[in-house]
């Protein structure tokens, strides 16, 4: 298990901590595998989902990340656990895996991966690695906790507190996924 450091209590990767352990928390801080991938494909989408401004279902956004991964190893004895703020796939030898639905949101799925690492270690003190899987290509990358991804992760938990509790949105920044996205019309018309 690597090192936990210490720091403020006002620090949201420290209030997440607390309200997963079900300690008494004046303001709880709750982060998402959701979360932690929009924050890397979007904070305006991060933003907006936190407003609960619903999501087309059918939206090819939403699509892109569901469909492969409910499709994907449905046969391969990936079971689905969830605990906490999180909700992972585990394959029969305990490995967590996560689906790259596309090339162009390889880093929001291997963040994601990430932040259910560092919370099984950090709130359950369990160490597991993960697998990065990319059905379509027949790809498949070993993603451990490093220290630097633990920096990352708890960098990004910092991050996705900061546009959470902020009073607007992030300004639109044209992706090549805006076209797609759920809340395109919110952006750009
Ligand atoms: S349409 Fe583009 S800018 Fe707007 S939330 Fe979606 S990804 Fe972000």
């Known amino acids: 298990m690597t090192e936990r450091g210490a720091s403020s209590t006002d620090d949201p990767v ?47 956004n939403v699509v892109r990340g569901t469909r492969v ?4 190893y449905a046969d391969r004895g ?28 390889e880093e929001p799925a291997r963040m994601q991966l990430s932040y259910y690492l560092w ?11 993960g697998v990065l899987a990319h059905p379509t290509e027949r790809q498949r990358e070993s993603v451990e906790l490093s220290s ?15 546009v959470v509790t902020a009073d607007s949105p992030p300004s639109a920044e044209e992706k090549p996924y805006c076209e797609s996205c759920a809340y395109h019309d919110l952006c750009w018309c």
């Not at 929009?38 to 904070?43: K, S």
């Not at 919370?119 to 690695?129: I, K, P, T």
């Open 14 to 60: 420290d209030r997440l901590l607390a309200t997963a352990r079900g300690d008494a928390v004046e303001d709880p801080f709750r982060v998402t595998g959701v979360m932690m991938q929009y924050y890397h494909v979007c904070e305006r989408e991060l933003w907006l989902a936190s407003r609960n401004l619903e999501i087309d279902r059918e939206n090819v």
């Open 69 to 72: 991964d409910e499709s994907a």
């Open 78 to 105: 990936k079971r689905n656990l969830r605990f906490g703020m999180i909700s992972l796939d585990l394959l029969d030898d305990g490995r967590v895996i996560e689906i790259k639905p596309s090339s162009s949101l």
């Open 119 to 129: 919370y099984l270690d950090r709130v359950a003190g369990v160490e597991r690695e």
């Open 148 to 162: 630097e991804r633990v920096e990352k992760v708890e960098r990004a938990i910092r991050g996705i507190h900061q």
